[in-house]
């Protein structure tokens, strides 16, 4: 079964950092662009960063440019979003997602960010 578990989201003051994780099963996350969205309420999801499966490039939308960082670990079979200097409006439900095996369009199930002082 292809699955997508995100972990480490949480509370943060301004300025703070977290790592979130998204531990991949049922297939080969190193063979799949890998990306990382988030949903702030009352609003659409967005994405943040994605890693490509064919040559490693690497996206970020622009609010994320020099604080996230998206990365894998092929022998954990996982992917993480390393964020740094969070602000408030950084607050959102942060998703892993990929069109994996078959294409299927695969999420997990969120982790929650909240920076607030």
């Known amino acids: 079964q292809v699955q997508l578990v995100e972990s480490g989201g949480g509370l943060v003051q301004p300025g703070g950092s977290l790592r979130l994780s998204c531990a991949a099963s049922?297939?080969?996350?190193?063979?799949?662009?890998m990306d990382w969205y988030r949903q702030a309420p009352g609003e659409g999801r967005e994405l943040v960063a994605r890693?490509?499966?064919?040559?490693?490039?690497?996206y970020y939308e622009d609010s994320s440019i020099g604080r996230f960082t998206i990365s894998r670990d092929k022998a954990k079979n996982a992917v993480y979003l390393q964020m740094e200097s969070l602000q408030p409006e950084d607050t959102a439900l942060y998703y892993c997602?990929?069109?994996?095996?078959?294409?299927?369009?695969?999420w997990g199930q969120g982790t929650l960010v909240t920076v607030s002082a």
């Open positions: 997602h990929t069109f994996g095996p078959l294409g299927r369009d695969t």
């Open positions: 049922g297939f080969t996350a190193s063979a799949y662009t």
């Open positions: 890693i490509t499966s064919i040559d490693e490039s690497i």
